[in-house]
């Protein structure tokens, strides 16, 4: 029984990403065929440089869809079941999450929340509840296994589980989906797991991508407001005024 560690990698992302989103935006825009323009992108007829800057120029425009060609694929591990349960909420994206029915959980890890880590009375009440939930998971694996549940019994031993015990994900989201994914979860408004998760791999992608990413982060940077309302604004940017709201 263990504190776990918020860990982010990218595995993988659409080779080529800036020609491609380059050529579904000219698609749009050009008389001729992307097909016939594609082997001289990629003999570097047009520069990386000025392809970027054209993508930048349409994305101001509000014209997102091109982006949805490329994707990426993060793995994730040292998060709660209380984090993967507001991530896999995100319809746009496809997940595969560690089975809690075929992995073992008796020695399961956990995610400490820093609130409850600062307070030593605080923290000794969980860790103690952590150990307590981790006996009894193993030992109702236990009875059950004696009753015939073979190796069934994790599935239901499971349910003793707290939403602490730690999970692991691959996510793949395309560029639209994570910037939507950033405005939402890279927010003050959002809880603080997923929004530490949300970051690290913000912080990814703006290296991996600036076009798209350089300015991503939550809605308030793009909006130039705060659009959460008197009750929930954390005060980084101005509240919407009727001016704006217009
Ligand atoms: C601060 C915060 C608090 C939250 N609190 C709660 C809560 O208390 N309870 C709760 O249940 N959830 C809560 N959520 C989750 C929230 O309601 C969304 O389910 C979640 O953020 C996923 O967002 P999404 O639907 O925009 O994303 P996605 O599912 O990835 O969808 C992306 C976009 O596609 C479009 N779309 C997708 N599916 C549909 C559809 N069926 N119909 C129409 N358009 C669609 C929408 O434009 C959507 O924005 C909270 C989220 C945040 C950020």
Known sequence: MAEARLEVKLLAGTPNAIPLIYAAFRQCY?????????????????SPEKQAGFIAKVLE???????????????????????????????????????????????????????????????EKFERFMLEAGRAYRELKAILQEHDRGNKAGEDARFVLPQASESKIVVT?????????????????????????????L???KDELPVIFHHAGPRCERLGYCPEGERFTCGHKPLRTPAASA
């Open 30 to 46: 050009s008389p001729g065929f992307v097909g016939d323009l594609w082997p001289r992108l990629m003999q570097g007829e047009i």
């Open 203 to 205: 912080k990814i992608l």
């Open 61 to 123: 425009s509000g014209h997102d869809s091109p982006v949805e060609h490329v994707s990426y694929s993060f793995a994730v591990q040292g998060i709660s079941r209380a984090l993967t349960h507001q991530l896999v909420r995100h319809r746009i994206a496809s997940y595969s999450q560690q089975s809690q029915r075929y992995v073992d959980e008796s020695d399961f890890e956990y995610v400490l929340p820093p609130a409850i880590a600062r307070i030593p009375q605080a923290r």
């Open 173 to 201: 989201m395309n560029c639209r989906s994570l910037l939507h994914f950033f405005e939402l979860r890279c927010c003050r408004r959002a809880q603080w797991e997923i929004r530490k998760m949300a970051w690290k791999m």
